[in-house]
């Protein structure tokens, strides 16, 4: 299973980004979908997550700005990200968690997306 994450990019303060991603391969049931964030010389956190009957986890930091959504039948999930701030620059990471064929649990990353937000 795969996870390819897209849509970073540099955007000026108080703009908006919309990152996706894609999940691929022998999926059985994705449970939790979500993106992390990691800032150069900080540890990667968690921004948002969305379990697969719909209930949403935020951070503090992005609440109000960022809405994060998933597709359940297209494996995918979206974080759209609003009034962006440039705290909020870091590589943004897609993370899911569930099960693939044969029953095997799976926990998975994408590659990773820069996002950076100019003052």
């Known amino acids: 299973v795969q996870l390819q994450a897209s849509g970073g990019g540099l955007v000026q303060a108080g703009g908006s980004l919309r990152l996706s991603c894609a999940a691929s391969?022998?999926?059985?049931?994705?449970?939790?979908m979500g993106w992390y964030r990691q800032a150069p010389g900080k540890q990667r956190e968690l921004v948002a997550a969305?379990?697969?009957?719909?209930?949403?986890n935020y951070a503090d930091s992005v609440k109000c700005r960022f809405t994060i959504s998933r597709d359940n039948a297209k494996n995918t999930v979206n974080l759209q990200m609003n009034s962006l701030k440039p705290e909020d620059t870091a590589v943004y990471y897609c993370?899911?968690?569930?099960?693939?064929?044969?029953?095997?649990?799976?926990?998975?990353w994408g590659q990773g997306t820069q996002v950076t937000v100019s003052s």
């Open positions: 391969g022998s999926i059985f049931r994705l449970n939790t």
């Open positions: 993370h899911a968690d569930g099960i693939r064929d044969w029953g095997i649990v799976i926990d998975v």
């Open positions: 969305v379990a697969r009957g719909g209930s949403t």
